[in-house]
């Protein structure tokens, strides 16, 4: 009985358990392929029951691209305005089904039950398929008449999405709330869309008008001229849509009805492109002239005085002259001559300008009573410049203003640039109209350059024998710092200590002196670094060792038949300080901001000294907005000659 016992269990252990296990593996992957169709059924079956963790697409609600045609026949801008939700829909529609299909493959539940199988990519394969089919729709919509646009609506079913639960990044099922996607941006359509189709209008209609055969078309010639006045007078200077009237949309609508019956009349294309090509070429020559007359109005401006500036300085001298003699003298005169003070060389016949330079100078200095301030200006402004110190006197600090007519050893015999600028061919070269053809030279048919304030800087140590080291200042800069530190600079044996500028190719020795005359090229190297006029300390002991004024002389007597260097006082300065000059920290000296509105902020915050060099001055309207309030807060527009004179920011 007990071997008969083990015979059967031996039997069942052998036989009947592996026949068992094979029955229930088949039973098991029969029953999850069932899983699989009844889960794959759900996204397509109208009636079945809802997932709870993915929103449900039926086939109702599977929606067809929206085509974008262009097409020539299309004259209703609200079209193309519609345009814009109805392609925005489609995107959506379309990312709802990629977006379905990819998160299934990212720890989805499902997926992870049918990960063995193939069904499981069947969405993809799908959203990739429509994907495809969706593009070929599109590209064979297209026309190439280069009208307008027209939207060729294809009805569709709004789709239903329902989300019961809100899946996160990781998988995690969220109770309440719509499942959260990020969507691809949708094409923003553009601010000014009606106004280019306005614009295109009037090119193509001007075209169209110009043809032959539409100009043998009297009824039609008078329609399409009625509608481009149309077209102009909607368009106006609207350069947004929201600035166009409401009756825009009919206007371009009945122009482009108009355009059509012009394509039909005339279907000759290469008339059109030839009169393309023509119209090209005239709006090109037409720029280039707009250019050179740009270039020449700024030039104008830049060299002429605002009305306002113009009323000050003769309010200012009447009110000179009324006082008397005690009146008229600045306190503080015995430290003119002080070595161990602060000083500034200051050369100007602009009163506000100065006015900004000494204010800002001793707003920001530490110790205001050691600076002096020695001004230069010319016999037409002096008293009025004397008036405004007077008035306006810079606080502790020191000022003078001289008269350069007093300065009577500078004359022709003496200052060999002086007898230039008094010659007949100087003049000519400044007034004669003919002779102002070269766009390249215009800027060096400024007046200041004809002014003699403009060569002082090369007789510093003749102005101020008594003093060892001044600081020369334009009247276009603002100081921002204490400048104090500057008289403490090692000049290292040079004369000159300037901010090099060659960090851009353009400010290099070949830009400002002429290489091709053997005398240049042979005693200058082309590439040498240059140096910014403006803000620079000039040691007068090593000047007068080194005898620079006697250098300046020799190159400028060399110089008289301008083939050197055209005018102007940097090409003479490069000269004249080369190799003599101490290259310092450009943070003491940033310049650009009267002609470049690239100049970092940080630069200009961080600078001593902001140098508006260029035509844009920031006393003149067509000055640099955003940099004009650097100068201007240094301006008391409240005083009453700014106000008599109407000088405002």
């Known amino acids: 009985m007990m071997f008969r016992k083990l ?52 086939t109702s609600d599977i929606k067809e691209p929206i085509g974008i045609i262009y097409s020539e026949n299309s004259s209703n801008p609200k079209d193309v305005v519609s345009l814009d939700s ?69 009805k569709y079913k709004k789709q239903s999405t329902q989300t019961f639960g809100n899946v996160d990044v990781k998988g995690s099922v969220k109770p309440g709330g719509n ?65 166009l009237p409401k009756n825009a949309n009919e206007k371009l609508k009945l122009m482009e009805q108009t355009l059509n019956k012009g394509k039909q009349i005339q279907d000759d294309c290469a ?29 104008l401006t830049a060299k002429t005085l605002p009305k306002g500036l113009h009323c000050l300085p003769l309010r200012l001298t009447s009110e000179y002259y009324t006082l008397n003699y005690s009146q008229r003298q600045f306190p503080n005169q015995e430290r003119l001559e002080d070595p161990g003070l602060f000083h500034y060389a200051l050369f100007s016949d602009n009163i506000l300008a100065a006015a900004v330079v000494v204010n800002s100078t001793i707003t920001n200095a530490k110790e205001p009573v050691k600076h002096v301030f020695h001004v230069v200006t010319d016999k037409l402004n002096y008293a009025a410049m004397r008036m405004w110190f007077l008035v306006n006197p810079p606080g502790n600090a020191t000022i003078d203003v001289q008269n350069v007519e007093d300065f009577t050893w500078l004359n022709a015999s003496y200052s060999p640039v002086l007898k230039q600028l008094n010659s007949q061919s100087m003049i000519d070269y400044y007034f004669k109209a003919h002779q102002a053809n070269s766009d390249s030279n215009l800027k060096y048919r400024n007046p200041k ?125 490069l000269i004249t300080f080369s190799r003599r000059t101490y290259a310092l920290d450009r943070s003491w000296h940033v310049l650009g901001l009267g002609y470049n509105a690239g100049v970092h902020q940080r630069d200009i915050e961080r600078a001593s000294v902001i140098h508006y060099n260029g035509n844009m001055k920031p006393w003149l309207e067509i000055g640099i907005p955003k940099f004009r309030n650097y100068w201007s807060k240094y301006v ?11 000088i405002n920011p």
Request: hydrophobic letters at 35%; glycine letters at 4%.
């Open 179 to 243: 499942k959260q996607t990020d969507r691809p941006a949708t094409p923003a359509i553009p601010m000014d869309l009606m106004v280019r189709q306005l614009k295109d209008q009037l090119i193509r209609s001007r075209v169209i008008a110009s043809l032959t055969a539409v100009k043998n078309n009297p009824p039609y010639t008078r329609e399409l001229r009625g509608r481009m006045k149309d077209a102009q007078r909607v368009l106006g200077d609207a350069t947004k849509d929201s600035e």
């Open 7 to 58: 015979i059967v269990t031996f039997i069942c252990v052998t036989v009947i358990t592996p026949i068992l296990f094979y029955t229930d593996t088949f039973t098991t992957s029969s029953s999850k392929q069932e899983f699989i169709e009844d889960v794959t059924s759900f996204a397509f079956s109208g009636n079945s029951p809802r997932l709870n963790l993915l929103p449900q697409e039926t």
């Open 449 to 573: 350059y004809l002014s003699i304030l403009n060569h002082l800087r090369f007789y510093l140590p003749e102005i101020f024998p008594k003093l060892n080291k001044v600081l020369f200042v334009d009247d276009d800069i603002v100081v921002q710092k204490d400048l104090s530190g500057l008289w403490a600079v090692d000049l290292k044996g040079n004369v000159n200590g300037a901010v090099e500028t060659c960090g851009e190719s353009f400010h290099r020795f070949d830009r400002y002196l002429n290489f091709s005359n053997p005398l240049i090229a042979k005693n200058f190297d082309p590439h040498a670094c240059g140096w910014a006029y403006g803000m620079n300390v000039f040691d007068l002991e090593e000047w007068k060792k080194q005898n620079i004024t006697e250098v300046y002389h020799r190159w400028q007597k060399l110089n008289h038949d301008r083939q050197l260097w055209k005018l102007g006082t940097l090409p003479p300065g």
């Open 271 to 299: 008339a059109v492109v030839k009169k393309l090509r023509a119209m090209l070429h005239m709006t090109e020559e037409q720029l280039r002239v707009h250019k050179k007359q740009t270039m020449f109005l700024t030039q």
């Open 636 to 646: 008391d527009y409240e005083h009453v000659y700014l106000r008599e004179c109407n």
């Open 86 to 154: 109805q392609v925005r829909d489609s995107l959506e529609h379309k990312s709802t089904r990629v977006l379905s299909a990819t998160n299934e493959d990212e720890d989805n539940p499902i997926k992870q039950v049918t990960d063995d199988f193939t069904g499981g990519n069947q969405q993809i394969d799908n959203g990739l398929v429509n994907k495809e089919h969706d593009r070929k729709q599109m590209e064979s919509g297209q026309k190439s008449n280069g009208a307008t646009y027209q939207n060729t609506e294809i």
